[in-house]
C-alpha cells in the first residue's frame, strides 16, 4: 500500500470509532439521567427523620431507649449515628434502634444534668447527604425496686464533738471495717446515715476522728458504740450512751442510777454540752468526760488491749453490783476496782503501784468539772496526755513518789506545771469540794439532829478555813417551826447581840455559812424559839488543818474532818466524816493519816471501806466521796 493510501485508511478508522463511541452514549439516552455525571447534587433526595415525637420516655432498669425512623426518596441504603452531651451511654444498630449500653438506674441517674434526662443528637445518611435531630430521653422510676430507707442522725462526742470520724452500721463488733453504711463526721460531729429498712440488728460507731477540746487525734483503737438506735430523732454517740452496749446486759436506767445522772437526762438522745448551764446536763457532761479520761488510760496503760476490750472492762465494773449505788466516778475504791479487774494478768503490779495508780487517777477525776464558759473541762483539754504518760511511768516502774504525791494533793498544781496546754492557768472545782452538806432535822422543841447527831447531846465540832462552804439541809418543819440561827454566843436565843449574819457569812434563807475573812472563829448554831436544841455543837475557824490548830483532846468527840488519805491502801481517798477514832485499834483495824492534818489520824476497820467509825461496830461513813464498804461480791475488802 502507498503511502497515500495508509493515510487515508487510518483516517477513515478514526471516522468510524468517533461514530462507534457516539452511537453508544446515544442509545443509553432513554435512561433516567444517570448515565454523566452531570445531574447528580441537584437530582438526588437526602433522607428524613419521621419519628412522630423527639421526647421519649422509658422505664429505669431496661435497655431500650428509641428508635430512629426514616425515609428516603431514592430508596437508597441509610446509616445511623448518634452523638451529643449523653450518647456515651448509648448504642445505634444498623437499623436505627437505639439502646442503653447499661441499663439506667433512676435512683442514680448518669446523664450530665443528672434529673434523668438523656439528650441525644441522632443522625441519618444516603451516602451523600444526611439528616439529624435532638432526641431527649426521660427515664422514669419503676417502683417495684423501691427499697424503703431510713435516716440515722446524730452527733458523735467524746469530750468535744470528733470532727472526721467514720461512723458506721457495725457488721463486725468493733469496728467498721466492712460496713456497708459509713459516713464521716461534721465539724461539729454530726452525721446522717442513710439505712436499708430491711437491715437488723442495728449499732451505730464511731472510730477515730480529732477532738478539739482534748486536741486528741484517735485512731480506730478508741470507738464508741450506741444499741438501740431509732430513726424518729436524734441520738448521740460517746463515752456515756456507749456503757449498756459494752456491758450488753446494762439498761440505761441502771447506769443513770449507778452514776448519780437524773432519771430525766436522756442518754442516747440528750447533748449534755448543749446545756452546761443546766446541772442535770452538767453532771451527764462531767461523768462523760470521765469515762472519756478512764478509757484513755486503760488503753494505753495495758499493752495487750484491743478495740473494746477498755470498755468492756469500764462498762462492767459501772455496771458492777455493790452495796450502794455509785455516784462517782472519782472514788478510789472504784478505780482501783477497775484496775484490778482489768489489768487481771496482763500485767504484774505490785500493791503500791495499784495504789498509786488509783490515788493519781482518782485525785484527777474528782477535780474535773464543766461549766458554759468553756466547753469542757480544763481537765479534759489540758492534763490528759499528761495524766496517760504518768500512769505508764507508774506501770513501768519508773515514776517517782514525789509524782505521784504531787498529782494526787495537788492536782492544780502538778496540772498547771505539766501540761502543754497553751489555754491559761488551769482552775478546777473548788467551790463545789468545799462545800459541805448537813441534813438537819429535828425532835420536837428538844433538840437538832445534824446527820442522825444529836446536837444537845453530843459535841459536834466542825472545823473550817477561809473559803468553805458549810449548808444545812432541812426540812420544812425546821425552818417554820425551829429557825436556824447562828451566834457568837452559846445556846443562845433571839435576845443575844451575839447572833451574826450575812457580813459574817450566813445567809437565814439558804442556811449557808461561807467563810470569809469577817467570819468568827467560833460559831454557835441555835433555835430561835427554843433553847438548848443545840448546845454542845460548835463551828470552829481554822487558819489551816494542822494539828497544832484542831482540838483533838476528846477522842470521843464528833469531829467533821474532811481531807485525803496520805498513805497506806487508801491513798488518795478524799472527802469528809464526822466520826473518827484518833488512834489505831489494832488487829486488823488500822490508823489512817490525812494529808490536809498533819498528824491527825482516823481509825477504819479492815471491812468498812472508806468509813470512819466511832467504834468497830459503828458504819457512818465517809461524806460524800467515798462510799464502798465491801467488794462486789459481798465479802470483806481486806483493807
Not at 443522625?123 to 447527604?129: K, L, N
Not at 429498712?197 to 483503737?221: A, C, H, K, Y
Not at 459535841?459 to 436556824?484: L, M, N, R
Amino acid at each position: 500500500m502507498n503511502t497515500l493510501n495508509r493515510v487515508y485508511f487510518i483516517f477513515g478508522l478514526f471516522i468510524i470509532t468517533a461514530c462507534g463511541g457516539g452511537g453508544g452514549g446515544g442509545g443509553s439516552s432513554g435512561d433516567s439521567g444517570s448515565g454523566s455525571g452531570y445531574g447528580t447534587s441537584s437530582s438526588n433526595t437526602p433522607p428524613t427523620i419521621t419519628n412522630s415525637s423527639l421526647n421519649v420516655s422509658v422505664a429505669e432498669n431496661q435497655t431500650s431507649a428509641f428508635t430512629i425512623v426514616a425515609s428516603d426518596a431514592n430508596g437508597d441504603t441509610l446509616t445511623y449515628s448518634i452523638s451529643g452531651t449523653d450518647a456515651s451511654f448509648f448504642q445505634v444498630s444498623t437499623s436505627g434502634v437505639v439502646t442503653f449500653i447499661t441499663a439506667p438506674d433512676f435512683e442514680n441517674p448518669s446523664d450530665a444534668d443528672a434529673n434523668n434526662i438523656y439528650l441525644v443528637t441522632a443522625t441519618v445518611s444516603d451516602g451523600m447527604e444526611t439528616d439529624s435531630e435532638n432526641f431527649t430521653v426521660t427515664v422514669t422510676n419503676d417502683t417495684s425496686d423501691d427499697i424503703t430507707t431510713e435516716a440515722y442522725d446524730g452527733v458523735y462526742i467524746s469530750s468535744g464533738p470528733i470532727q472526721g470520724a467514720t461512723v458506721c452500721v457495725e457488721v463486725t463488733r468493733h469496728t467498721c471495717t466492712g460496713a456497708q453504711y459509713t459516713t464521716t463526721t461534721a465539724q461539729d460531729g454530726t452525721f446522717s446515715l442513710t439505712v436499708d429498712s430491711g437491715t437488723t440488728d442495728i449499732v451505730i460507731r464511731g472510730e477515730g476522728g480529732f477532738d478539739p477540746v482534748t486536741n486528741l487525734q484517735f485512731d480506730d483503737v478508741y470507738t464508741f458504740a450506741l444499741g438501740q438506735p431509732v430513726t424518729d430523732q436524734n441520738f448521740v454517740v460517746s463515752p456515756l450512751s456507749s456503757m449498756p452496749y459494752a456491758r450488753e446486759t446494762g439498761t440505761y436506767e441502771q447506769l443513770k442510777s449507778r452514776l448519780g445522772i437524773d432519771s430525766s437526762f436522756m442518754i442516747r438522745f440528750d447533748n449534755p454540752y448543749s446545756n452546761l448551764d443546766s446541772a442535770i446536763y452538767n453532771k451527764a457532761a462531767v461523768v462523760n468526760a470521765q469515762l472519756m479520761v478512764l478509757y484513755k488510760i486503760l488503753i494505753d496503760i495495758i499493752p495487750a488491749f484491743t478495740v473494746g476490750n477498755g470498755q468492756y472492762y469500764l462498762a462492767t465494773d459501772v455496771f458492777k453490783e455493790r452495796s450502794e449505788n455509785e455516784t462517782s466516778l472519782g472514788d478510789t475504791t472504784f478505780i482501783k476496782d477497775l484496775y484490778t479487774n482489768s489489768i487481771g494478768d496482763t500485767l504484774s503490779l505490785s500493791s503500791q503501784q495499784l495504789i498509786d495508780l488509783s490515788a493519781g487517777t482518782s485525785a484527777y477525776m474528782q477535780k474535773m468539772y464543766a461549766n458554759s464558759s468553756n466547753s469542757l473541762s480544763h481537765f479534759t483539754k489540758a492534763g490528759v496526755e499528761e495524766l496517760v504518760q504518768l500512769m505508764k511511768s507508774v506501770v513501768d516502774g519508773t515514776s517517782t513518789s514525789a509524782e505521784i504525791d504531787k498529782l494526787t494533793f495537788n492536782t492544780i498544781d502538778w496540772i498547771n506545771e505539766n501540761t502543754s496546754w497553751a489555754g491559761g492557768t488551769i482552775t478546777d472545782n473548788e467551790s463545789s469540794l468545799k462545800t459541805t452538806n448537813y441534813s438537819l432535822t429535828n425532835n420536837g422543841s428538844s433538840n437538832y439532829v445534824v446527820d442522825n447527831v444529836n446536837a444537845s447531846t453530843t459535841e459536834f465540832v466542825i472545823y473550817v478555813k477561809e473559803g468553805d462552804v458549810i449548808q444545812f439541809d432541812a426540812t420544812s418543819s425546821v425552818t417554820s417551826s425551829h429557825p436556824f440561827k447562828m451566834s457568837t454566843v452559846q445556846n443562845a436565843t433571839s435576845s443575844d447581840a451575839g447572833k451574826i449574819g450575812t457580813n459574817e457569812g450566813w445567809n437565814e434563807n439558804t442556811l449557808t455559812l461561807t467563810v470569809g475573812a469577817n467570819t468568827p472563829d467560833t460559831i454557835y448554831p441555835y433555835c430561835d424559839f427554843h433553847s438548848g436544841m443545840y448546845t454542845n455543837g460548835k463551828i470552829v475557824k481554822v487558819t489551816s488543818y494542822d494539828m497544832s490548830q484542831i482540838d483533838v483532846t476528846n477522842a470521843s468527840s464528833a469531829l467533821q474532818v474532811k481531807g485525803t488519805v496520805s498513805s497506806g491502801p487508801f491513798k488518795g481517798a478524799s472527802g469528809y466524816t464526822y466520826k473518827v477514832y484518833l488512834t489505831s485499834q489494832g488487829g486488823s483495824e488500822h490508823t489512817h493519816e490525812f494529808y490536809e492534818y498533819p498528824g491527825l489520824t482516823f481509825y477504819m476497820t479492815a471491812d468498812q471501806g472508806y468509813h470512819g467509825a466511832m467504834s468497830s461496830s459503828d458504819d457512818s461513813m465517809f461524806k460524800p466521796k467515798s462510799h464502798y464498804a465491801s467488794s462486789d461480791d459481798g465479802g470483806s475488802s481486806g483493807y
